[in-house]
């Protein structure tokens, strides 16, 4: 069965500081991969995708990266972290007719 | 642009009682998903509705699209206390070819009252 990991869980990080949020998938391969927020109280917003290695789209223009190194790896960034940044972040896979989300990773920026 | 609304946002109910969540989408999709979210928690797959006419059910909950009128509904029949949650809709569509994405309604929360 496929199953994500995410990590780390929770997150506490200044102002300016780099981040880095890794997502691995198992089970499947060549998977659609995908990075969403949650601002609090708030719906799902996709912030990258990625349809194989080394393919990156971004959807929203923000302070954040996206790499996808290996086919089952998927990798947030950010080199300055903003206050703006804070939120609940999660990995996906899907394929047509089903998507499965991470654990999720809930970064504070103070 | 796609639109996904959900209403109500905010539910607050007594056990026993029965009540619908509506999911409107602004442009065509087949797929359409339901999901919940308990607090400081990732989502948990409910139903997955593939077709116009599709009805799925669950326990005391039910899910059915139209995707002809782009509307889904999520029904509650005698609510229990462990169905309070944040419920999210989303509609499916494609991005690329071979690639698609989720796009969410603004979620409707659910609270339960003995």
């Known amino acids: 069965s496929q199953t994500i990991h995410q990590w780390p869980a929770t997150l506490v990080q200044p102002v300016g500081s780099p981040l880095s949020l890794e997502c691995t998938v198992e089970g499947t391969s060549n998977p659609n991969l995908y990075w969403y927020r949650q601002a609090a109280g708030r719906g799902l917003q996709l912030l990258f995708y990625?349809?194989?290695?080394?393919?990156i789209s971004s959807e929203v223009p923000q302070n954040l990266s996206a790499s996808r190194p290996q086919d089952r790896q998927f990798i947030l960034s950010s080199k300055k972290l903003l206050l703006s940044d804070s939120g609940f972040y999660l990995c996906a896979w899907s394929v047509p007719g089903e998507a499965f989300f991470g654990q999720g990773t809930r970064l504070t920026v103070v | 642009e796609l639109k996904v609304e959900q209403n109500p946002l905010f539910l607050s109910m007594q056990e026993g009682k029965n009540y619908t969540i509506y999911c409107n989408y602004s442009?065509?999709?087949?797929?359409l998903y339901w999901y919940r979210q308990d607090p400081g928690k990732s989502l948990e797959s409910l139903f997955v509705l593939l077709s116009n006419g599709a009805v799925k059910q669950e326990g005391r909950l039910m899910a059915s699209l139209d995707t002809k009128a782009r509307l889904s509904t999520l029904h509650i029949t005698a609510a229990v206390h462990d169905l309070s949650a944040t419920y999210f809709c989303a509609v499916d569509i494609l991005i690329i070819q071979g690639a698609q994405k989720l796009v969410f309604g603004q979620g409707t929360r659910l609270t339960i009252n003995p």
């Open positions: 990625s349809v194989g290695i080394g393919q």
């Open positions: 442009t065509t999709s087949d797929r």
